[in-house]
C-alpha cells in the first residue's frame, strides 16, 4: 500500500514577479494559522536533480499539517526569462515576492527551507527582514559560494577536455567573467554580476536575527558523527549572536550531486520529525 503522502497534491501556478512571472508549486497547511514554508532552490543542474526529493518532502510535510511553497527563481527552472538573466539580488526578490504571496493568503507563520545555495539565500533573507520568519530549515548549505562556483566551473573544464579544446583553468575563466564576458558551463550561460555575487557569498558573514531557530541537516559518513569544521565555525558564530541552531545527520546518497535522481529516506524522515515532535 502507498503511504497517503503520496495522493497530496502540489498545485502549480505562476505569481507575477518584478521580472516576469514565477513558477510555483504550493500545497497549504492543514490549519490555516499553521506554518508554511517558502522553498528556495539550490543553483545551476543541482535545482532539477533536487526536484523529487524536495516534491517528496512537501508531501510528507502536508500530511504532518506543514504547507509548502515551492519556488522557481526568474530565469531558472519553469520561471519565465532566460539563465543568463538571473541575478542574486532577483533571487532575493523573488523570495520576498512569494513571502508577499504568502501574507496576502492571510498566512503569518512563515519559514524559510533552503536547499545547499538556496539555504544562502534563505539566511540573507531572513537577514534584512528580521521578526518575520519561524526558522530555516537548511538542507546541506553551501559555506562558501566560491567553491560552489569553483566546482560549477570544473564542469566546464571536464567538457573542453572532452572536446579536446585548449584548457582552461577556473581562474581563467574568472577572469573572462571579470573583464565583463558571459561564460558558458553545461548550458547555462553565466553572466559575470551572477558570478561575482557567487564569489562573494560566505554563510559565516550573515548575521542572523537573535531568537530565530535554525534547523541545520548535514550529510554524514558511518565514521562521522560531527559537522564539519567549516560548518562548526558558521554554528558557532551564529550561536554567539543567539540564534537557535539545532543540527541533525543524515545519511544516504548526495541527491544533489546525482544524475539519477534519488531519494535520501533518513533526511526524509528526519525533516518531517522536526514538525511531528519527534526525537530524531
Not at 53 to 77: F, N, S
Not at 83 to 101: G, I, M, P, V, Y
Not at 169 to 179: G, P, S, V
Not at 193 to 221: C, H, M, Y
Request: net charge negative.
Amino acid at each position: 500500500m502507498n503511504p497517503s503522502y503520496l495522493g497530496v497534491t502540489l498545485t502549480p501556478f505562476f505569481i507575477d514577479g518584478s521580472q516576469g512571472p514565477l513558477f510555483c508549486l504550493f500545497v497549504p497547511p492543514k490549519d490555516p494559522q499553521g506554518e508554511v514554508l517558502l522553498f528556495l532552490p539550490s543553483f545551476g543542474e543541482e535545482l532539477n536533480r533536487c526536484r523529487v526529493m524536495v516534491a517528496m518532502q512537501a508531501r510528507m510535510l502536508a500530511e504532518a499539517g506543514v504547507g509548502c511553497l515551492l519556488l522557481d527563481y526568474y530565469g531558472t527552472g519553469d520561471s519565465a526569462g532566460d539563465f543568463s538573466e538571473t541575478r542574486w539580488e532577483q533571487w532575493l526578490r523573488d523570495a520576498e515576492t512569494a513571502c508577499a504571496w504568502l501574507i496576502g493568503q492571510g498566512y503569518t507563520k512563515i519559514g524559510l527551507w533552503g536547499l545547499r545555495l538556496g539555504a544562502v539565500v534563505a539566511a540573507e533573507l531572513a537577514a534584512a527582514i528580521p521578526g518575520r520568519f519561524t526558522r530555516l530549515l537548511l538542507w546541506q548549505p553551501v559555506l562558501e559560494g566560491k567553491v560552489l562556483f569553483t566546482q560549477f566551473l570544473r564542469i566546464r573544464l571536464a567538457m573542453l577536455m572532452d572536446r579536446g579544446e585548449p584548457k582552461e583553468t577556473t581562474q581563467q575563466m574568472r577572469e573572462r567573467l571579470q573583464a565583463g564576458k558571459p561564460l558558458e558551463v553545461a548550458g547555462y550561460e553565466i553572466s559575470p554580476v551572477l558570478a561575482a555575487a557567487l564569489d562573494s557569498k560566505a554563510l559565516v558573514a550573515i548575521r542572523l536575527p537573535a531568537g530565530l531557530q535554525v534547523n541545520w541537516f548535514e550529510l554524514t559518513l558511518a565514521d562521522q558523527a560531527e559537522l564539519s569544521i567549516a560548518s562548526q565555525k558558521v554554528v558557532a558564530a551564529w550561536q554567539s549572536q543567539n540564534v537557535v541552531v539545532v543540527t541533525q545527520f543524515f545519511s544516504g546518497p548526495a541527491f544533489w550531486q546525482l544524475h539519477e535522481r534519488e531519494l535520501t529516506p533518513d533526511l526524509l524522515a528526519k525533516t518531517t520529525g522536526i514538525f511531528l515532535g519527534e526525537r530524531t
